[in-house]
Each structure stands twice: as structure tokens, then as C-alpha cells.
């Protein structure tokens, strides 16, 4: 039986706390008035050029009419008499000013109405941390549990060894799933003035003649309503959770069997499963990754999810794993097994890889506005991120994983995992922050601390789950092939 570490349950919790208080300082500190928003812009480098354009433009709309007066003026001059060109350069002159007026009341208005449009962005900043490492976080949980189902359907011989480990980490999906929904209701029913998150979910946005109405989401609202998009989230994070329960404890309960029916039962239920997840991890991905940008869509957006949490659930195995074995424990499993792990992170990240290239590529190539849109943001200012993804998440691994000694040998694997899980950490970074946080974006005490109090929250209820039961199972059909496994 594994033994929960005195000093690692000591440091997960104290990840927690420190993690606690860090969000609710990122809330804190978040502007409250669209005063303190104005002070910000006005200092922002990158903001003080775009009102240094605004207003160079600005002077042009006003110059632009005094010089056709002028012109206007001499052609007069040469036509009429003396009274009469007195009566015509004394009407533009009015003209100009009402012009003048007109364009500072207009310049005033964009400037109200960016101050509040970076407002809404800089209070959504703590509330997209937080949904970003809480989400993270499940679906890597998700994520095991999937690839544990793949392994009960495929009857894999290399893997019942593991099979404890993984269900050790999908303890974390009943807790995270709990924490998730609570962050959905409270998103949805705008129980915050400050949270913002789906401009879908905006006041009046599918209604005709409000001033926020937009047609393109209004076509949208059979879909994108809250009353129907929270249902589909219980839906979801219920079935996930009731296969997780079953499963595990149909995995028990063979221990104790005389024969293999629970171990068969455990197959149909894991083929059905896979069935529902499929489905759902796509509905799942519009649901609450997608639908942040609305306007946009992508066919391949579904899988693109499932490939960057289903490599970092693997990787998360391969260190659990990894740790476990430093400490005396799992002595059934080899360097074959971790092998296996090692090309599966291998073999994804270049899955991942493709999924990118290709709805990049598709998209960009295709040049068509409401789609490029997604990508023009995302490049102009996300630049280092964006970028930055595929480089921890496909150049890395190539080059560190590509060699097959390397597969085998712990420090390499976890080096490699750690750039793994936090390049693909970016990548939901990529896909969440652009939407509701803009170009206002910085990795700050919000998104750390969110990081480290999920981070404590994970370890302390992985590590937990994984003391209550034996960590090698004992009828499994498949045991024995998986104890001698080599390769």
C-alpha cells in the first residue's frame, strides 16, 4: 500500500494556500472603476500608440474639410461679388466648428467606449486565470481516464500494472468536475457583474434593437442558451463521472472474483463509454472553448482539444509513475512500461502538431475574414505564446523523445514532461485569454496562483485516492503478461 508522503501532502498544501490567496488578490486588485482603467491605457505603451494614432487621425477628419473650404473659397472669389464672398467664407467657417465640435464628441465617445471595453477585459482577467487552470486541470483527468478506457477495450497485456495509477489520478475528476460546474453557474447566471467570459451570454445580445444585438449569435441562441448549454455540462460531467465510478469499482471488485466477469463487464461498459466520450469531448470543446469566440468555428476544433489534454494526461501518468518508482513502490513495473508511456507522449505531440498545422494552415491560406479573424489576434498579439506552443509542444519533444534510450531514463522523461504540460497549459492559454482578456494580456499573480492552488489541489487528491487501495491489481486477466512485459 502507498504511504501519502508527511512533506508531499505538506507541499500541496501549502501550493493551495499559497495559490488561495494569490486569487483573491488577482480579484482585488482588478480595476473597479473605468477611471482606473483610463490610467492604465494612458500608461501602457502599447495603448498610448494606438491614441496617438486615434487622434492622428482624428486631425486629419478635422483638417481634411479646412483645406476644401479654402478651395472652395477662391473658386467663389472668381464668380460672385465682394458681398457675396463674404457671405459664402462666413457660412464653412461655422461649418468648421461644428465640424471641429462633432469630432472631439466623437473622439470622447470611442475613447468612453475603449475605456470600457478594456475594463470588462482587465475584470475578466482573475475570472479567465481561474476557468483556465480549473479546466486544465479535469480534463487531464478526463484525459487518463480515457486512455484507461482505450486500454480496457483494446485489452492491452503491457498495461494492467498502471491501471491503479491511472485511477489514482482520475480521483481528480469528481472534485475538479464539482469546482468546474460551480465556475459554469456562476458564469452563466452573471452572478458577477466582473465576469464576462462569453460575450454570447452578454445582456440583450439576441435581442433586436438592443444596442448590443448581433445577428450572427442570435441565429446561434438555439444552441448557445445558457438553460441549454449548462444542461449538456451536467450531462457530461455526470456521465464521465458514473463511468469513473463503475469502472473502478467493477477494477475492485475483480480482485476479489472467482472469476472474469467483472473484468468483461468493464469492457462493455468501457466500449460504451468511449462511444459517449467522443461525442461529448466534441459538444464539450464548442461548448466551453470554442464558443468564446462565437463568430468563429473550426471542424477540427474537437480534436485539436482532445489531442492537447489527452497528451498531457499521459505525460501526467509517466510522472506519477515516475515518482512512485523513485520511492520504493510499483516494483512491477519496468523501463519497457515506461517505454510505452515515453512513445505515447511522443507519438501525440505529433498528432497535436498536426491538428495545429492544419486548421492553422487551412484557415490562414483561406484567407476568409470571420474565420482568419481568430488567428489574426492570436498572431499580432499573442505572438510569443502562440509560437511558443509549438515549439514546447512539437520542436521540444522531437528532439527529446525522438532518441529511444531517452524513452527509458527518468530525468530526461520528466524534463520533457514538465515543458509538455506547461506548453500545453499555453495552448488552452491561446485558446481562452485572446477572447476575453484581448491584448491585455500578461502572465501575472492570477494565473500562477490559479496554477498553484489547482497543482495542490490535484496532488493532494491524486495522492490520496492512491493510498486507499493496493497499487498493483490482483486477477486482472492480463497481470501476469503485464508484470513480464518487455520490449
Known sequence: MYTFSKKLKTTALILMILGLVGIVYGFLSAPKTIEEVEKIVAESHHEGHSIEATNHD???????????????????????????????????????KVSTKDTKDEEAKEKKEHAEHVFHQLQNKPWSALYLACIFFMLISLGVLAF?????????GWSPVLFRVMQGITAYLPVG????????????THMFESNNLF????????????PNYDAMIAGKSGYLNFAFWISRAAIFLLGWNLYRYISRKNCLSQDEAADNTFYKKN?????????????????????????FDPHWFSTLFGWYVFASFFVSAI????????????????????????HDLSKFMFGFSVFWTYLWFSQFMLIWYANIPEEVTYFKMRIEFYNLPFFGAVIMNFVFPILVLINTDFKRIAPIIVGAGV???????????????????????????SEISSVLFFLGLFIYVVFTALTKVPLTPKRNPFIEESKHFHY
Not at 460575450?199 to 438592443?210: C, D, E, H, L, R
Not at 505525460?315 to 515506461?338: A, R
Not at 509538455?420 to 491584448?439: K, Q, R
Open 58 to 96: 482624428a486631425h486629419k477628419v478635422v483638417t481634411m474639410p479646412s483645406e476644401e473650404i479654402k478651395t472652395a473659397e477662391v473658386k467663389k472669389d472668381s464668380a460672385t461679388s465682394t458681398t457675396d464672398s463674404v457671405k459664402v467664407t462666413a457660412a464653412p467657417v461655422i461649418e468648421k
Open 148 to 156: 484507461y478506457a482505450i486500454q480496457q477495450v483494446a485489452q492491452a
Open 177 to 188: 468536475s464539482v469546482l468546474f460546474f460551480i465556475l459554469l453557474v456562476v458564469t452563466g
Open 199 to 210: 460575450a454570447w451570454m452578454a445582456k440583450g445580445i439576441t435581442q433586436k434593437g438592443s
Open 267 to 291: 469492457f462493455k461498459l468501457s466500449a460504451a463509454f468511449l462511444v459517449f466520450f467522443i461525442v461529448s469531448e466534441s459538444i464539450m470543446s464548442w461548448d466551453w472553448l470554442m464558443s
Open 315 to 338: 505525460t501526467t501518468i509517466s510522472m506519477v509513475t515516475l515518482y512512485l518508482k523513485s520511492k520504493g513502490y510499483l516494483e512491477n513495473v519496468n523501463s519497457s512500461h515506461i
Open 419 to 445: 515543458v509538455i504540460l506547461f506548453g500545453h497549459y499555453i495552448d488552452f492559454f491561446n485558446m481562452i485569454m485572446p477572447a476575453t482578456v484581448g491584448e491585455h494580456w500578461f502572465i501575472g499573480v
